[in-house]
């Protein structure tokens, strides 16, 4: 490269972090168990309003059968952005949760 | 930005964000690639360390796994239909898979060969989003897409999703595993894979999401064979490994 920063792996030729490469691009992840009715909120997320650059995806801890249903979302610019996620059912539910930034 | 780094990107084809310490990033790594027939992610990060599966799904029959908490064990279907699209047997063997594992760079050890020199950089809070000394692996990870909920067919006969990205053949992508299950006897069940169908330029990515009952054996309504087949009830999460 010409301009720029480039990191290389431990190999010392390999670059895995720099100017030249679009980087991973997630921004959270996590395990929440969340009671019937009850929510758990991710604050700090930039941008968490624009659905289109910041993807939230749940998936249930282990997975079954329509066990992603009862999950419901919302987003704010609170608290430097903010994703909260409910738990729909009565039920609790432990899940999966990854926040992913689309660049 | 007010403080810190911010690093503005390019590939040739636009500008990028790569690094900006006002959005307050935590910066993912891989911490692992390998293959095999099961995989248990806190062996590399650490019980109790979040980390994600990646795993490249393959052609001959829809690839599954089980998932049990950070476990998991790849199977590939062997699916038997009656001819008008009901599945009535869903055998599977255990096939090995590449697979990559996704996790913060803070769960990652320093590597002390590498002494004090590089790059570190952190958030607001204090906690490390960046530190050379922690990469693993030479290699790095380009999330591609998220295909949303509802987006791609469950039925792998019919249905397909073009996978789009640097790569003309789908078998060179990663998938993300948390939602793959199987619950299946044998005369009716649940099922949820991934195939690749195809090769190269005309390669599509097939997804499984079945539910099935037989006639035979009493779990078919009416005395029918009946499966529905239910589009992705999950968001797909794909990329690609650059190495």
């Given at each position: 490269m010409s301009y720029g920063i480039e990191i290389t792996g431990p190999n010392g030729?390999?670059?895995?972090?720099?100017?030249s490469l679009r980087q991973m691009n997630a921004v959270l992840l996590a395990t929440a168990t969340l009671a019937g009715q009850a929510s758990v909120s991710y604050t700090g997320i930039a941008e968490a309003t624009n659905a289109s650059k910041v993807v939230v995806v749940t998936a249930k801890n282990n997975p079954t059968f329509f066990?992603?249903?009862g999950v419901n979302l919302t987003r704010s610019t609170a608290s430097g952005g903010t994703i909260t996620l409910t738990n729909a059912s009565t039920a609790s539910i432990t899940i999966k949760v990854s926040i992913y930034r689309i660049s | 930005m007010s403080y810190g780094i911010e690093i503005t990107g390019n590939d040739g084809t636009s500008d990028f964000l790569v690094m900006d310490s006002d959005l307050n990033p935590s910066n993912y790594q891989i911490v692992a690639t390998g293959s095999g027939s099961s995989v248990n992610t806190a062996s590399y990060v650490g019980t109790g360390a979040e980390a994600r599966l990646f795993f490249k799904p393959q052609s001959g029959g829809p690839t599954t796994a089980d998932v049990s908490g950070t476990s998991y064990s790849f199977y590939r279907y062997n699916i038997t239909e009656d001819g008008q699209t009901n599945i009535i047997e869903a055998t599977r063997t255990s096939i090995s898979v590449s697979w990559m594992i996704l996790s913060d760079i803070g769960n990652t050890s320093v590597n002390?060969?590498?002494?004090?020199?590089g790059l570190q950089i952190f958030k607001s809070t204090g906690a490390v989003t960046f530190d050379s000394r922690r990469i693993q692996v030479n290699n790095s990870f380009q999330l591609l897409n998220v295909l949303g909920?509802?987006?791609?067919?469950?039925?792998p006969q019919t249905t397909g999703a073009t996978i789009a990205g640097p790569s003309s053949d789908v078998l060179d992508y990663y998938i993300e595993a948390s939602s793959l299950f199987h619950q299946t006897g044998s005369t009716s069940g649940n099922i949820h894979g991934y195939q690749v169908l195809?090769?190269?330029?005309g390669s599509v990515l097939r997804h499984m999401f079945a539910s099935w009952n037989e006639a035979s054996g009493g779990g078919g309504r009416g005395g029918q064979n009946v499966t529905t087949y239910i589009s992705n009830q999950f968001p797909i999460v794909y990329g690609e490994l650059r190495q």
């Amino acid at each position: 490269m010409s301009y720029g920063i480039e990191i290389t792996g431990p190999n010392g030729t390999t670059t895995v972090f720099g100017s030249s490469l679009r980087q991973m691009n997630a921004v959270l992840l996590a395990t929440a168990t969340l009671a019937g009715q009850a929510s758990v909120s991710y604050t700090g997320i930039a941008e968490a309003t624009n659905a289109s650059k910041v993807v939230v995806v749940t998936a249930k801890n282990n997975p079954t059968f329509f066990s992603n249903q009862g999950v419901n979302l919302t987003r704010s610019t609170a608290s430097g952005g903010t994703i909260t996620l409910t738990n729909a059912s009565t039920a609790s539910i432990t899940i999966k949760v990854s926040i992913y930034r689309i660049s | 930005m007010s403080y810190g780094i911010e690093i503005t990107g390019n590939d040739g084809t636009s500008d990028f964000l790569v690094m900006d310490s006002d959005l307050n990033p935590s910066n993912y790594q891989i911490v692992a690639t390998g293959s095999g027939s099961s995989v248990n992610t806190a062996s590399y990060v650490g019980t109790g360390a979040e980390a994600r599966l990646f795993f490249k799904p393959q052609s001959g029959g829809p690839t599954t796994a089980d998932v049990s908490g950070t476990s998991y064990s790849f199977y590939r279907y062997n699916i038997t239909e009656d001819g008008q699209t009901n599945i009535i047997e869903a055998t599977r063997t255990s096939i090995s898979v590449s697979w990559m594992i996704l996790s913060d760079i803070g769960n990652t050890s320093v590597n002390s060969s590498m002494g004090d020199h590089g790059l570190q950089i952190f958030k607001s809070t204090g906690a490390v989003t960046f530190d050379s000394r922690r990469i693993q692996v030479n290699n790095s990870f380009q999330l591609l897409n998220v295909l949303g909920r509802g987006n791609v067919g469950g039925d792998p006969q019919t249905t397909g999703a073009t996978i789009a990205g640097p790569s003309s053949d789908v078998l060179d992508y990663y998938i993300e595993a948390s939602s793959l299950f199987h619950q299946t006897g044998s005369t009716s069940g649940n099922i949820h894979g991934y195939q690749v169908l195809g090769s190269g330029s005309g390669s599509v990515l097939r997804h499984m999401f079945a539910s099935w009952n037989e006639a035979s054996g009493g779990g078919g309504r009416g005395g029918q064979n009946v499966t529905t087949y239910i589009s992705n009830q999950f968001p797909i999460v794909y990329g690609e490994l650059r190495q």
